[in-house]
């Protein structure tokens, strides 16, 4: 499986000889590339949907990628039906990229005596295939792995990991794009031709299209290509089912031993859920949440009001039953919170009904990127946002925002801005 010097053979790894598994191929490479057409396809689509859920035209405060230009073009208000979509839409995009990691290695290694051939370039249009095809492997290699690290540890990207990640998929994309569109036609051939072989994957000739990926010299096979494509499969099943729990509760969470927010849940209890960052981690302290300190500021452009957490429970309380879902992917099932409906919040500082404009909230938390969140009109309006005083029929706890915390339907969770202490309405 792996390339062996033998007596005799070109050392260097620029010559065909020196790869000698007998996997390479048209056929191995084939299979792969389409699944990777389809997997990135979906991951490309699924990513820029959750640039455009963080609102970041509507705010420089949500705007993590200040430079976007053109590449913003399509950016749209994210909408809060159904409750569940970032849920789905950024589930989709983690536990795939998660899953497609075996794959997008097999990949690689089956083309990689390609990287080494020499000459570097023959033609013009052959130096020009290779620098895409350096983008393409550069770019899938920094987007796989900058997405698992910011899933796995968020701290190694202090408010980096988007600009990284965004410029980088396209980046990436413009050279998948231009390698799919040479290469998917023979790749479609080469799985037609050999479905009806006996022995699929047999590729004794050299001279069929993409027979220079075949070894000439090939050592004795120790697993067929099947059963090497059945041990990536089993390695991209084994993480889906280490993985994809995250996206659930109860039992199912519990399976997803990979994902940092899979295990068991931080507690029971009513505010028993995933917390994304604690109270203690953000320099919350108890003296400044308490009855007697903390109040709410709401400014419009004519008024501004101040609450107590006493006043506003005598406002008109609302339930909604909303997830949390994190862009690292994890997600919670509909809790029920409780509280003021933002538009009604809206409307005490002189907004008539139906007219609720965009907001910024600001948090107590001084220091760190997610203390302030723009909100748009329609998710200010969705009389299923609340600012929530409750969760599951308790005060909120400390870690999941207390005294005052936003929720609103289809948002990613970053808009769930905890330790509410100031929101602005007006057109931002
Ligand atoms: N003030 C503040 N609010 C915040 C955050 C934060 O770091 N600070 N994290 C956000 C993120 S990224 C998520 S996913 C949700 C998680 O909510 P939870 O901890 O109640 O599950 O809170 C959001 N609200
Ligand atoms: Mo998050």
Request: aromatic content about 10%; glycine content about 10%; hydrophobic content about 45%.
């Amino acid at each position: 499986m792996f390339p062996a010097y033998r007596r005799g053979m070109p050392r260097s790894p620029s010559s065909p000889a020196f790869w000698r598994s007998p996997l390479r191929g048209p056929w191995f490479t084939s299979v792969l590339g389409v699944v990777l057409l389809g997997g990135i396809t979906v991951l490309f689509v699924t990513g820029l949907l959750s640039y455009a859920a963080y609102n970041p035209d509507l705010s420089p405060v949500n705007d993590m990628t200040p430079d976007k230009g053109l590449l913003g073009f399509y950016l749209f208000s994210w909408p809060t039906d159904p409750s569940w979509l970032y849920r789905l839409t950024q589930g989709v995009h983690v536990t795939l990229g998660i899953v497609l990691i075996p794959v997008l290695l097999a990949k690689l290694w089956s083309v990689v005596p390609k990287l080494f051939t020499l000459p570097p370039a023959r033609s013009l249009a052959h130096a020009l295939e290779r620098i895409s095809l350096l983008l393409l492997v550069g770019g899938a290699l920094f987007e796989f792995t900058t997405g698992v690290l910011n899933v796995q540890l968020d701290y190694v990207f202090p408010g980096s990991f988007y600009p990284l990640h965004f410029y980088g998929a396209w980046v990436f994309f413009a050279a998948f794009v231009a390698h799919a569109v040479l290469r998917v036609p023979m790749a479609v051939r080469t799985l037609r031709r050999m479905k009806d072989e006996r022995h699929p994957g047999d590729e004794r000739h050299r001279d069929e299209e993409g027979g220079e990926l075949v070894a000439p010299d090939p050592a004795p096979p120790t697993v067929s290509r099947r059963g090497a494509l059945g041990f990536v499969g089993g390695g991209s099943l084994l993480l889906f089912a280490t993985t994809a729990g995250h996206s659930f509760d109860g039992p199912l969470r519990e399976t997803a031993l990979l994902a940092p927010h899979g295990g068991a849940e931080p507690g029971s209890g009513p505010a028993g859920f995933q917390i994304n960052k604690t109270a203690a981690s953000r320099g919350i302290s108890a003296s400044e949440t308490s009855g007697e300190a903390w109040r709410l500021v709401v400014e419009g452009p004519r008024r501004t009001v101040r609450l107590s957490r006493a006043e506003l429970l005598r406002l008109p309380l609302h339930s909604s039953a909303l997830p949390i879902a994190c862009v690292e992917g994890w997600s919670t099932s509909d809790q029920w919170w409780r509280g003021v409906r933002l538009r009604d919040l809206a409307a005490l500082v002189g907004y008539e009904e139906g007219a609720a404009p965009d907001v910024l909230v600001e948090s107590l938390q001084r220091h760190g990127a997610f203390r302030r969140a723009a909100l748009r009109d329609n998710q200010v309006r969705d009389p299923r946002s609340l600012l929530a005083l409750f969760v599951n029929g308790e005060d909120l706890t400390p870690d999941h925002g207390y005294p005052a915390r936003i929720i609103v339907p289809a948002a990613p969770g970053v808009l769930n801005t905890k330790w509410v202490a100031r929101m602005t309405f007006g057109d931002l």
